[in-house]
């Protein structure tokens, strides 16, 4: 008698291939609407599934968890961050949470330069301009940018996703910096010509641009504040592909609104899907729908490390992307 496949519910719609994949191999319950589930609707699929897929939008907090079927002991999530399941309490539960790290890295590096290109250089505001048909020819003082060749970044995090960043930052030639809880290899700095900053008050404050590229966590929440944010210079461009609750985005808005940052590239949001209503009307600012790891490619690689950890899971090894409190 063959044995009873593992019930999987997948809380959105993934890519065909992953979900088809998925299909084979387990007793797998999709969301072909690819609506978000309500908190009714996640109570149910986690009193019946073995292991529930939850993607980034989906929170998973301990009042949920608390509700949970005995049978459900994998939270296998499609996202490399976890800050939307309440991780401690899943293991407490004996529930195992996987995520997805890695295969994210190059597309969201790739997304997070082109921020850093299109905030100095003016290109959301100068397309609006041709395609609202006011351009009216070349001038030799209009829509002057910033050369970001010789400039400065400034790196908060220095993981997969920061160096990635740094080598096209070098590639363009930035001089690369850094602020992390320790440096990164010698191999590493030696590669990215990148400076070490152990004070990230000290960095800010001599930076042209700075990306975030680290995790939300609570030891990250408004990291950079509304005391920090007054640290940069007024020509300063601040990109965010990360998280949104590193920023604190009502101060970075009015900030930005007065001049006192030159300008902002921004992926996501503190309290997304809504976006501070003052960063929509300022032209100093290019907007995002949360888009840093949206490829093909990469959303399907994704979904293959979801595979990966569910099977490993269910024959009863220790998933290779298993998360576990003290990695956060």
Known sequence: MAARKPKVVVTRKLPDPVETRMRELFDTELNLEDTPMSVD???DAMSRADVLVP???DRIDSRLLSRAGEQLKLIAN???GVDNIDVATANARGITVTNTPGVLTEDTADLTMSLIMAAAR???EGANVVQSGDFAGWSPTWMLGRRIWGKRLGIIGMGR???ALGRRAKAFGMQVHYHNRKPVSPRIADELGATYWESLDQMLARMDVISVNCPHTP???HLLSARRLKLLRPDAIVVNTARGEVIDEGALANMLARGEIAGAGLDVYEHEPAINPKLLKLPNVVLLPHMGSATVEGRTDMGEKVIVNIKTFMDGHRPPDRVIPSML
């Open 41 to 43: 609707q996640l109570v």
């Open 55 to 57: 993607t980034i939008t």
């Open 122 to 124: 003016r290109v959301v």
């Open 78 to 80: 499609f996202g490399a």
């Open 161 to 163: 996703i920061g160096q």
């Open 219 to 221: 030891a990250t929440y």
